[in-house]
């Protein structure tokens, strides 16, 4: 079983920045993939931000492109996502996906907040 917790969230300024953090536990944990989503109400969960856990190769959401970074921490088993010129329609739940031996598992989400 695999564990996913996110942190990081809060009330940021419009044009602020915040980092997110994702860490990842379990006793075999051996990802494929660990990802970054969002869900603001009233609508569908949006990607954000995928980094391949091996390569390092990452890929974003066309909104948060040249803002947003995702980066990783293999020896904590932790993405992280730097957002950065944040705007109000970033306001949403963040949720962290991972992929791991053929399963998908997802955190419980944190808040973050775009606002003067």
């Known amino acids: 079983q695999v564990q996913v917790a996110e942190s990081g969230g809060g009330l940021v300024q419009p044009g602020g920045s915040l980092r997110l953090s994702c860490a990842a536990s379990?006793?075999?944990?051996?990802?494929?993939?660990m990802a970054w989503f969002r869900q603001a109400p009233g609508k569908e969960r949006e990607f954000v931000a995928r980094?391949?856990?091996?390569?390092?190769?990452?890929n974003y959401g066309d909104s948060v492109k040249g803002r947003f970074t995702i980066s990783r921490d293999s020896a904590k088993n932790t993405v992280y996502l730097e957002m950065n010129s944040l705007k109000p329609e970033d306001a949403a739940v963040y949720y962290c996906?991972?992929?791991?031996?053929?399963?998908?598992?997802w955190g419980q989400g944190t808040q973050v907040t775009v606002s003067e």
């Open positions: 996906q991972t992929i791991a031996l053929g399963t998908t598992y």
């Open positions: 379990g006793r075999t944990f051996s990802p494929i993939t």
């Open positions: 980094i391949g856990w091996n390569s390092g190769s990452t």
